[in-house]
Protein backbone atom coordinates (compact mmCIF):
# COMPACT_ATOMS: atom_id res chain seq x y z
CA UNK A 1 0.00 0.00 0.00
CA UNK A 2 2.63 2.53 0.69
CA UNK A 3 4.65 1.89 -2.74
CA UNK A 4 1.51 2.71 -4.19
CA UNK A 5 1.13 6.17 -2.69
CA UNK A 6 4.59 6.99 -3.58
CA UNK A 7 3.97 6.09 -7.07
CA UNK A 8 0.60 7.84 -7.30
CA UNK A 9 2.63 11.21 -5.72
CA UNK A 10 5.54 10.70 -8.71
CA UNK A 11 2.75 10.32 -11.32
CA UNK A 12 0.81 13.23 -9.72
CA UNK A 13 4.27 15.76 -10.13
CA UNK A 14 4.79 14.19 -13.12
CA UNK A 15 1.49 15.64 -14.24
CA UNK A 16 1.94 19.08 -12.58
CA UNK A 17 5.23 19.34 -14.63
CA UNK A 18 3.59 18.72 -17.57
CA UNK A 19 1.16 21.15 -17.64
CA UNK A 20 3.32 23.72 -16.10
CA UNK A 21 5.41 23.37 -19.16
CA UNK A 22 2.55 23.64 -21.14
CA UNK A 23 1.29 26.78 -19.86
CA UNK A 24 5.00 28.04 -19.75
CA UNK A 25 5.99 27.36 -23.80
CA UNK A 26 1.94 28.39 -24.22
CA UNK A 27 1.91 25.47 -26.73
CA UNK A 28 -2.09 25.06 -27.39
CA UNK A 29 -1.65 28.60 -28.65
CA UNK A 30 1.40 27.95 -30.58
CA UNK A 31 -0.33 24.66 -32.38
CA UNK A 32 -3.05 26.23 -32.96
CA UNK A 33 -1.62 29.24 -34.73
CA UNK A 34 0.84 26.40 -36.78
CA UNK A 35 -2.39 24.59 -37.89
CA UNK A 36 -4.14 27.42 -38.92
CA UNK A 37 -1.80 30.66 -39.88
CA UNK A 38 0.56 30.84 -42.67
CA UNK A 39 4.27 31.63 -42.02
CA UNK A 40 4.03 34.72 -43.58
CA UNK A 41 0.62 35.51 -40.91
CA UNK A 42 2.69 34.33 -38.29
CA UNK A 43 5.80 36.54 -39.10
CA UNK A 44 3.59 39.68 -39.50
CA UNK A 45 2.21 38.73 -36.20
CA UNK A 46 5.44 38.33 -34.14
CA UNK A 47 7.60 40.87 -36.21
CA UNK A 48 5.07 43.53 -37.23
CA UNK A 49 3.93 44.90 -40.81
CA UNK A 50 5.48 48.26 -40.42
CA UNK A 51 5.91 48.65 -36.64
CA UNK A 52 9.12 46.47 -35.05
CA UNK A 53 11.15 45.04 -37.60
CA UNK A 54 8.50 45.52 -40.40
CA UNK A 55 9.07 42.12 -41.28
CA UNK A 56 5.66 42.19 -43.58
CA UNK A 57 6.36 45.72 -44.94
CA UNK A 58 9.72 44.24 -46.04
CA UNK A 59 8.56 41.18 -47.81
CA UNK A 60 4.88 43.05 -49.51
CA UNK A 61 8.10 45.54 -51.08
CA UNK A 62 10.45 42.89 -52.46
CA UNK A 63 7.96 40.85 -53.67
CA UNK A 64 5.96 43.86 -55.30
CA UNK A 65 8.82 45.50 -57.19
CA UNK A 66 10.87 42.14 -57.58
CA UNK A 67 13.77 43.19 -55.17
CA UNK A 68 15.18 39.90 -54.23
CA UNK A 69 18.19 40.20 -56.45
CA UNK A 70 19.11 44.40 -55.60
CA UNK A 71 21.12 45.75 -52.95
CA UNK A 72 18.94 46.87 -50.38
CA UNK A 73 20.06 49.14 -47.13
CA UNK A 74 17.79 49.13 -43.91
CA UNK A 75 17.16 52.39 -41.32
CA UNK A 76 14.58 51.26 -38.67
CA UNK A 77 14.08 54.57 -37.07
CA UNK A 78 12.30 53.41 -34.03
CA UNK A 79 15.60 51.68 -32.65
CA UNK A 80 14.80 48.73 -33.34
CA UNK A 81 17.37 46.12 -35.09
CA UNK A 82 17.41 45.95 -38.32
CA UNK A 83 16.35 42.01 -39.32
CA UNK A 84 18.68 41.14 -41.61
CA UNK A 85 18.68 37.44 -40.54
CA UNK A 86 14.92 37.37 -41.17
CA UNK A 87 15.04 39.09 -44.68
CA UNK A 88 17.63 36.90 -45.94
CA UNK A 89 18.36 38.49 -49.13
CA UNK A 90 20.13 42.21 -48.10
CA UNK A 91 23.21 41.83 -49.82
CA UNK A 92 24.54 45.28 -48.44
CA UNK A 93 25.60 47.91 -45.89
CA UNK A 94 27.56 50.48 -48.45
CA UNK A 95 25.33 54.05 -48.82
CA UNK A 96 25.59 53.92 -52.64
CA UNK A 97 22.83 51.56 -53.23
CA UNK A 98 19.98 51.53 -55.30
CA UNK A 99 17.49 51.44 -52.51
CA UNK A 100 16.92 52.34 -49.33
CA UNK A 101 14.46 51.17 -46.58
CA UNK A 102 13.43 53.59 -44.16
CA UNK A 103 11.57 51.91 -41.24
CA UNK A 104 9.06 53.36 -38.36
CA UNK A 105 10.03 57.07 -39.81
CA UNK A 106 8.55 59.29 -37.71
CA UNK A 107 8.17 62.70 -39.63
CA UNK A 108 8.09 66.45 -37.85
CA UNK A 109 5.15 68.27 -39.16
CA UNK A 110 4.34 65.68 -41.22
CA UNK A 111 6.92 66.34 -43.62
CA UNK A 112 7.90 62.93 -45.65
CA UNK A 113 11.61 64.46 -45.80
CA UNK A 114 14.21 62.30 -44.80
CA UNK A 115 16.92 65.14 -44.76
CA UNK A 116 16.17 66.24 -40.97
CA UNK A 117 17.67 62.66 -39.96
CA UNK A 118 19.09 60.97 -42.96
CA UNK A 119 21.06 63.80 -45.01
CA UNK A 120 22.93 61.46 -47.23
CA UNK A 121 19.36 60.84 -48.46
CA UNK A 122 18.64 63.47 -50.42
CA UNK A 123 19.25 61.92 -54.06
CA UNK A 124 16.29 59.37 -53.44
CA UNK A 125 13.07 59.04 -54.47
CA UNK A 126 10.08 57.95 -52.47
CA UNK A 127 8.60 55.17 -54.61
CA UNK A 128 6.10 53.24 -52.52
CA UNK A 129 5.05 54.34 -48.92
CA UNK A 130 2.97 52.43 -46.34
CA UNK A 131 1.93 54.27 -43.07
CA UNK A 132 5.52 55.08 -41.83
CA UNK A 133 7.68 52.99 -43.46
CA UNK A 134 8.75 53.98 -46.94
CA UNK A 135 10.93 52.68 -50.07
CA UNK A 136 13.58 54.84 -51.44
CA UNK A 137 15.08 54.29 -55.33
CA UNK A 138 18.29 56.29 -55.79
CA UNK A 139 17.93 59.55 -58.75
CA UNK A 140 20.54 58.63 -61.70
Request: hydrophobic share 40%.
Amino acid sequence: MNLSIKKTKIIIFFVLIFFVVLKFFNTPYNLYSILNFSHEKRMIQNYGFCEKESWGFYNLVSKKFSLEKDEINLINDQGFATPERLFGKIKSKSKNVKYFMILNFQSINNKNTFEEKFGFLKNYEIIYQYNNCYLLELND
